[in-house]
């Protein structure tokens, strides 16, 4: 069976040979720190390293370390960031992003950065009239540079299965409160200004379809799932209430879902990332068209497993689970443990890829590391559950 036909009969709530394994997308990366430990522990040449753009970092890929582990997935990066974001992330200084707000860099990973530095459109006093002369975003064939080329080479190395990488820093939600207003401003609009938080709401969308539009026009043909992202809740509670997403939020999702669809072959799944205490979204989720979920944040409240499988697994497929936090900064047995208890909860009739709740932090032995993909292809075989 190859990656893409693991991948996809999973989405499709079919079984494999084996539980699928995902690499390089949302919430499910190596820091270039843990590359580096990874090549070293399989002696493979770190000059076949690439820097991509993800999100509001750079990230290393290298395709024989995802040989060797035996990563179903691989990723094209739209090229949204510049190298001036890689020069500022290893020098640990800023980087003013194509909306006007700057990323400051405390480590030359890109694990902790602070989004939101210097916000223009920060100021208490916001008008509409300013939201609509604001100097939005537009795309040009710079983003999609490399692209084609890219995915083509990927189909011909293994047939694995591709995705696009989220356009932007965050999502619409995302973008206004940590990119361009801040959070308390942004919420103090939605509860008392609802013009102007749907105005930057609606400038947002449109940006982000455009984006996306010259992205599909480029590779919608050859992809097999495109990912948003999306931040909904905190570790106890949704960062707005349910009704409010329902109100406001989910329409613009369900627009931005329906337009990605409508630009790639029939059958593509699109994955959202959305961290924290977000159960009480689900079910919002599937009505907006979303096919994979991601990371099923362990310790959020409502993230159980088993009720999530129970209740959702035959309309979602789940991507995450692995809880890559305290347990892989202890040993190996509980590694095998956590990637254990993710597969026999999520993986039953299908419908589960495997991955980690959070970006592998980059001070945990690597040999854990090892040990989950190993271990995750071992356990993870159909035929021998």
């Known amino acids: 069976m190859t990656p893409r036909e693991r991948f996809l009969m999973a989405c499709n709530h079919q079984i494999p040979d084996r539980v699928p394994i995902a690499?390089?997308?949302?919430?499910?990366?190596?820091?270039?720190?843990?590359?580096?430990?990874?090549?070293?522990?399989?002696?493979?040449?770190?000059?076949?390293?690439?820097?991509?753009?993800?999100?509001?970092?750079?990230?290393?890929?290298?395709?024989?370390?995802?040989q060797r582990l035996g990563v179903d997935t691989r990723m094209v990066y739209p090229q949204t960031n510049t190298a001036k974001m890689l020069e500022a992330q290893r020098m640990k200084s800023s980087y003013k992003t194509i909306w006007g707000s700057k990323i400051h860099f405390n480590d030359s990973d890109g694990e902790w950065a602070e989004?939101?530095?210097?916000?223009?459109?920060?100021?208490?006093?916001?008008?509409?009239?300013?939201?609509?002369?604001?100097?939005?975003?537009?795309?040009?064939?710079?983003?999609?540079?490399?692209?084609?080329?890219?995915?083509?080479?990927?189909?011909?190395?293994?047939?694995?299965?591709?995705?696009?990488y989220r356009v932007f820093e965050a999502g619409i939600f995302g973008v206004v409160h940590n990119m361009l207003r801040g959070m308390v401003n942004f919420f103090y609009d939605l509860a008392g200004d609802i013009e102007i938080a749907e105005a930057l709401l609606d400038k947002v969308l449109e940006v982000q379809k455009a984006y996306y539009g010259v992205v599909l026009d480029d590779v919608g043909d050859?992809?097999?799932?495109?990912?948003?992202?999306?931040?909904?809740?905190?570790?106890?509670?949704?960062?707005?209430?349910?009704?409010?997403?329902?109100?406001?939020?989910?329409?613009?999702?369900?627009?931005?879902?329906q337009f990605i669809k409508s630009r790639c072959n029939p059958g593509i799944k699109v994955f959202m990332h959305s961290d924290g205490a977000i159960y009480d979204l689900i079910p919002d989720f599937i009505d907006i068209g979303v096919d994979i979920l991601n990371p099923l944040q362990l310790g959020a409240k409502g993230i159980d497993l088993d009720v999530i499988k129970k209740n959702y697994g035959?309309?979602?497929?789940?991507?995450?689970?692995?809880?890559?936090?305290?347990?892989?900064?202890?040993?190996?047995?509980?590694v095998r443990r956590v990637v254990r208890e993710a597969i026999d909860c999520l993986a039953s009739g299908g419908g589960y890829i495997l991955g980690p709740t959070h970006n592998y932090p980059p001070d945990v032995p690597v040999e854990n590391i090892v040990t989950m993909f190993e271990y995750a292809k071992e356990y993870g075989q159909y035929s021998a559950s």
């Open 23 to 66: 690499l390089g997308g949302t919430a499910n990366k190596f820091y270039t720190s843990t590359m580096e430990k990874l090549l070293k522990y399989y002696n493979l040449n770190p000059d076949e390293v690439v820097m991509e753009p993800a999100g509001f970092k750079f990230i290393p890929f290298h395709e024989k370390l995802y």
């Open 115 to 164: 989004l939101g530095v210097g916000l223009p459109l920060g100021h208490d006093d916001l008008t509409l009239e300013e939201i609509l002369a604001y100097p939005w975003p537009t795309p040009t064939k710079d983003v999609v540079k490399g692209l084609r080329r890219c995915a083509l080479e990927i189909r011909d190395r293994g047939d694995y299965a591709i995705g696009v």
């Open 222 to 257: 050859l992809v097999d799932f495109v990912e948003i992202e999306d931040d909904m809740g905190m570790q106890d509670r949704p960062l707005i209430s349910p009704q409010a997403y329902r109100d406001i939020i989910k329409p613009r999702h369900k627009e931005l879902i």
């Open 314 to 334: 035959e309309k979602l497929a789940f991507l995450g689970g692995v809880n890559v936090q305290q347990p892989f900064k202890g040993s190996t047995d509980d």
